[in-house]
């Protein structure tokens, strides 16, 4: 397809949005590999100029639920009304007379990811907020209707045991302790689940979180299943210290939880990386550092099992 095709199917999408608005340019945000996401900036029929993204679904997801962008649209329609700093929801081109595939466009959120915080304790607080805030919506109400169960997908991610397991990654250790526990007693009622909740999905701007991004994986299951997948993201990214300053922040905000399990939360989480860190495309002392931390981080949800 040329640029010029390319900007007219834009153009012609934009118009369902803003039907006198007028195309002035169309660009790739680069960040994330799951999809395809664009920006759009639209000159409306006041003379204001509008941005909104565009996000085309990735092959994979598409084959995991051919239901993704309908179903993200109505998540994003929820987390409007809980007041959950997240992408509103424009439109949902749900044909393939644009594109081949459905694609979902929202608001622009200004702002950028933040690797390296002026507040680092501040910065901890609110992810741990605005965590407990998505935690607190009642999946009941709605999203269970649509979102799979957390637990469906750890017990066929435990079912399916590669032919050659990753032991740099500590994978047939991480394994034989889940499986000798899954399924896990429940001990937290079922939550809203991000289900990749870490900075790299946060925008922020002038040291405060603007939106939390990248829905695809949102699910309804225990809470701490994004604990530990943040507490380890935390870990490869700022430290240890950091990573229990922001366990103690969530656990401020949520005090009624049962915590038994994070042990093992922690040891699904640092599953998900086996087999692909190599891939990530990290420089070599950047992964050789993840790699150090994830040990550290196994060996201490494999001690921390049994308190």
Known sequence: MTQANKLDKWGELAGKIEPCGKLLRAWELVGGISATVTALELECADGTRKKMVVRQHGAADRERNP????????????????????????????????????????????????????????????????????????PEQKASTFLPRQTDWVADTLRKTPEKLDDSLDEGLIRELLGTVWPLARKNRDVLLHGDFWPGNTMWLDGRLTAVLDWEDAAVGDPLADVGNARLELLWAFGSEAMDAFTAFYRERMPDLDYTDLAYWDLYAALRPASSLGNWGLDQATEQRMRERHKQFVQQATERRHI
């Open 67 to 138: 239901q993704i962008a309908s179903d993200e649209y109505k998540l994003l329609q929820l987390l409007q009304e809980a007041h959950i700093p997240a992408p509103k929801p424009l439109h949902l081109e749900a044909s393939a007379t644009i594109f081949a595939s459905p694609c979902l466009v929202t608001t622009f959120v200004e702002g950028q990811t933040d690797f390296q915080p002026a507040n680092l304790s501040a910065y901890l607080s609110q992810l741990a907020e605005v965590l407990a805030r998505i935690h607190r919506i009642d």
